[in-house]
């Protein structure tokens, strides 16, 4: 069964510079070298009229992994990333995020939309949003293992928002 990945969140800045950020080869580039670990890389980017599409590769090494996942994986997790991103009609950004663990029978798939929004006591912001699912088929320890990848699913998304308004503060 397929655990839920939800994450919401929100920018001092306006969709579409976030948008512009997110898709950004410099800044791809940037956020792996800060959070991509081992032989992270930008295997890919195409950017179309219609939209922009890129695959990442990000390295976990396994000293840095709970004792479980490490038994499943059996050393480093190489995880291979792909986003895909296109404007809306109505001025938001919708995307599609995909990701498979090298070696390990676990696959994450998602959508994310990226939005203005109003505070109704401040200026404009953005909302950032990714709704997705984790699926490890592996039996007896797939449940635990769904719940540790969501976990550290989390907590990367964070740490990219972060890296996102540090990375947008320092190019104002």
């Known amino acids: 069964m397929a655990r839920r990945i939800e994450h919401r969140s929100t920018s001092e800045w306006p969709a579409a510079r976030v948008y512009e950020a997110l898709i950004d080869i410099d800044y791809l580039t940037d956020r792996l070298a800060g959070l991509g670990g081992d032989n992270a890389a930008l295997v890919q980017h195409v950017a179309t009229d219609d939209g922009t599409r890129f695959q990442l590769h990000h390295g976990v090494p396994a000293d840095s992994l709970p004792a479980l996942a490490r038994t499943v994986v059996g050393g480093d997790l190489q995880i291979d990333r792909s986003e895909s991103w296109r404007q809306a009609e109505d001025g938001s950004f919708a995307g599609e995020i995909a990701a498979e663990i090298a070696g390990a029978?676990?696959?994450?798939?998602?959508?994310?939309?990226?939005?203005?929004?109003?505070?109704?006591?401040?200026?404009?912001?953005?909302?950032?949003?990714?709704?997705?699912?984790?699926?490890?088929?592996?039996?007896?320890?797939g449940g635990k293992l769904e719940d540790l990848v969501v976990d550290q699913v989390q907590k990367?998304?964070?740490?990219?928002?972060?890296?996102?308004t540090e990375w947008l503060a320092r190019r104002g």
């Open 156 to 164: 990367l998304l964070a740490a990219e928002e972060q890296f996102t």
């Open 105 to 141: 029978p676990c696959t994450i798939t998602g959508s994310m939309w990226l939005r203005d929004i109003s505070e109704r006591t401040g200026p404009a912001v953005s909302e950032f949003v990714v709704s997705g699912n984790v699926r490890v088929n592996v039996p007896f320890v």
